[in-house]
């Protein structure tokens, strides 16, 4: 369960525009990402992750905002922003592209869209990015034009999630491939449908692109779902965790680079053109990691209470790193979590101590992660 609060809604945070479908269909608790209320649970985490296994899901992930670039050098600041090797991207395909500061620490990891030739958008995590695309776009003298657009994801996820999209927008959904999308208007809503979501899950991405239809195509989604089980959810712990997927600023930070969290692979030092980092990045592979992020197991009973902050993680009584993620895992029957330990001690099969507030948790440690991706 979540430890929560009330929270007041205000005009100072902004709503999605699937807000009033969120609370219509019971959302109970919510937090602020990226200056907006993100639905986070409705029955439960534990109740909304065995619907999601057993139907179709709608989350509200307008909170996902996009930073649009836009202009003749949007290809050159699109790829001076990211240690990824974007000219492997065709128009129509997606990208996961962490971004780093010139440090290499991670700023971000968001999900870049090629539009067009000249337009990219970046799909941010939590973090005000637009203002470091701003800042280095006018510091480096690109002409482009930097802004978020009118752009609000919804995402469908769950066993039944090509269903429903086929049943509502056509077959050819069916024939989208993975990290591929494709612009769409349906009913005149306009959207982008993207095969791809934040969890291992059968998912789709639709990116809204009129806030003012966000309810008329939630409703849509809702009615025609009815004989698929279709039901309200939220991004999930518990998924994220068993499918090793990371959350910025609850797993990793500014204070990690990718190669100790293992985002090497999206990392391409040979490329030709310069990136933010590169040297930084250069230096750290060349001198090797301190830590590592890595799972591990905890033994003894499910775990009930998601940890709110880090937890010291020991050996021999020295503290050795911090956990950062715990969940119970149904399917696996398994209490599950994510830590990050000093490099001598991130392997796996090695006995730690997680020191919660309560008591001292004996856990294993594992390679992530514990479930692949659904292809079909």
Partial sequence: MFKTSKVVFSPRVRKTPYFDSTIKYGAQSFSVYNHMYMPVSYEGPVEDYKKLLNGVQLWDVGVERQVQIKGPDAEALSQFLTPRNIKKCSIGQAMYTPLVDFKGGLLNDPVMLKI??????????????????????????????????????????????????????????????????????????????????????????????????????????????????????????????????????????????????????????????????KDALRAISLKGLEKKLIGAEIQGDPMTVFNEESWPVLIDGKRVGSMNAAVYSPRLNKNICYVILDIEHAASGQEIIISSPEEELIAITVDIPWLNRVRD
Avoid at 144 to 163: A, F, R, W
Avoid at 165 to 179: A, E, P, Q, R
Avoid at 200 to 223: A, M, P, R, T, V
Avoid at 240 to 264: C, F, H, K, Q, W
């Fill in 116 to 277: 067009d030739a000249d337009c990219f958008w970046f799909s941010v995590s939590d973090g005000d990015l637009i203002l470091w695309v701003q800042g280095i776009a006018a510091g480096y003298k690109f002409d482009v034009e930097v802004d978020e657009p009118d752009v609000s994801p919804l995402q469908v996820q769950g066993p039944n999630s090509t269903k429903l999209m086929t049943k509502v927008f056509g077959d050819w959904v069916s024939d989208l491939g993975f990290y591929k999308f494709k612009e769409f208007n349906h009913q005149g809503i306009p959207m982008i449908i993207a095969r791809m979501g934040y969890s291992k899950e059968l998912c789709y991405e639709l990116f809204l692109q009129d806030h003012s239809k966000g309810n008329e195509l939630w409703e849509i989604l809702w009615q025609a779902g009815q004989d698929l089980n279709i039901s309200p959810g939220s991004p999930n712990i518990i998924l994220r965790v068993e499918g090793g997927i990371l959350s910025y600023l609850a797993d990793i930070d500014r204070t990690n680079n990718p190669y100790e969290v293992g985002l090497d692979w999206a990392i391409d030092l040979d490329q030709e053109d310069d990136f933010i980092g």
